[in-house]
């Protein structure tokens, strides 16, 4: 069953058809799939010290999905032949809940460790996705996606994050 690679939703986000997704997709064109890597992302208890008692993200959904796809269209380029899914949460998500969900399949784990790796760096990087925390004693809006699309130092930032 295909799922949707790139999506933004206020549903509740899992892992496991999305790297089935990857890894029969690749089967599918390359049986020499050896590796799927796996993110999750966690909404925290504590940040900074602060108890957190939820978090609202907020999107501009359109653009997030777009970029979204144009971080798959990265990883294809830095590294061919690996199928990759990104899930993004939205709206009010209580503490333990998965914000995002990340899987990369490829012939080798290290192409898809870093694919995984860097995806969530371009996706705090570059995705217009806004994090507002709630707190015991207080807010705040969490500082989104910061830099340019097409500015190659910070692409360059995150490729030796993945690659470390």
Do not use: N
């Not at 069953?1 to 599918?28: C, H, K, Y």
């Not at 940040?47 to 970029?67: D, N, T």
């Amino acid at each position: 069953m295909s799922v949707t690679r790139f999506l933004v939703t206020e549903s509740p986000l899992a892992i496991e058809p999305l790297a089935a997704d990857v890894e029969t997709s690749l089967r599918g064109v390359d049986p020499g799939c050896g590796a799927v890597c796996t993110f999750i992302g966690y909404v925290r208890a504590t940040h900074q010290g602060r108890r957190v008692q939820h978090l609202e993200y907020e999107a501009f959904v359109p653009l997030a999905v777009k970029s979204l796809e144009r971080i798959d269209r990265e990883v294809q380029a830095d590294w061919p032949g690996t199928a990759l899914a990104i899930h993004h949460r939205i709206g009010r998500l209580a503490i333990g809940e998965a914000s995002v969900v990340i899987a990369a399949a490829s012939a080798h784990r290290a192409q898809a460790f870093a694919a995984c790796r860097y995806a969530i760096e371009r996706i705090k990087q570059i995705t217009p996705i806004w994090k507002h925390e709630f707190f015991e004693d207080g807010q705040a809006w969490v500082e989104g996606a910061t830099a340019d699309v097409e500015d190659e130092a910070a692409r360059e930032r995150a490729r030796a994050v993945a690659c470390a």
